[in-house]
């Protein structure tokens, strides 16, 4: 099977922009939950979908969204880019009710706001 | 409140062997995951723990006790490619919902 995949890889965007990112669970996985990732602050869980309903959120500003397709392929959008939003940008999906199984993680995106 | 406790870093000698606790305070505990992490890679799954005791896998094994809210990672022969992050996650039930809080993980140098 192949894993967990996200796209774009690497990124570089201006302050006030927006940007999409993408992520294809492993085949047959139901939940997709995001995550962003800094030194300081660690693994900070954006939110989590499943069936494409958002199931749990975490304590992001609005600026982030995130939705989920019928093919369980995810994407998060940030609107209104800051500084503080350079990070590395993690996808995990699990096989069957998430919020909990075994996370299998894509190799993030890694988003610079210059 | 949630919270997860681990060391910063530490370092350690090949062949030696290497304990790396993680202390949590949260409600509704349902299971603690550990993770390993290298520079610039994802994290990938090492170990899961719901009940008290030792759960062993090859050179890694994983102590849980709930009622102190502890667990450590162990990891024996230690070898270079173990320089790593280590992360402990603890799975928390908030009414309908199930979330999983990160510690900040250890950073681990095993020298030669």
């Known amino acids: 099977k192949a894993g967990v995949t996200q796209t774009p890889r690497y990124l570089i965007k201006t302050r006030g922009q927006q940007v999409t990112l993408s992520c294809s669970p492993i085949s047959g996985h139901r939940s997709v939950s995001w995550y962003q990732q800094t030194p300081g602050q660690g693994l900070q869980f954006l939110f989590e979908?499943?069936?494409?309903?958002?199931?749990n959120k975490g304590n992001f500003p609005g600026r982030f969204s995130g939705r989920q397709f019928s093919n369980s392929r995810s994407e998060m959008n940030v609107s209104t880019l800051e500084l503080g939003d350079s990070a590395l940008y993690l996808c995990?999906?699990?096989?069957?009710?998430?919020?909990?199984?075994?996370?299998?993680f894509g190799p993030g995106t890694r988003l610079t706001v210059t | 409140g949630q919270n997860i406790d681990q060391p910063t870093e530490m370092t350690a000698t090949e062949g030696a062997i290497v304990q790396i606790n993680c202390t949590y305070q949260?409600?509704?505990?349902?299971?603690l995951f550990w993770y390993q992490q290298h520079a610039g890679e994802a994290p990938t799954f090492l170990s899961y723990?719901?009940l008290d005791g030792l759960e062993e896998k090859g050179r890694f094994s994983s102590f849980l006790s709930r009622s102190k809210g502890y667990s450590y990672l162990l990891l024996k022969e230690l070898q270079m490619k173990d320089s790593a992050s280590y992360l402990c996650a603890v799975r928390a039930n908030a009414g309908n919902n199930r979330k999983l809080i990160w510690g900040l993980g250890t950073s681990l140098a095993v020298n030669p």
């Open positions: 723990n719901v």
């Open positions: 949260t409600s509704g505990f349902n299971g």
């Open positions: 995990a999906s699990t096989p069957g009710g998430g919020g909990g199984y075994e996370q299998y």
């Open positions: 979908y499943f069936s494409e309903t958002q199931r």
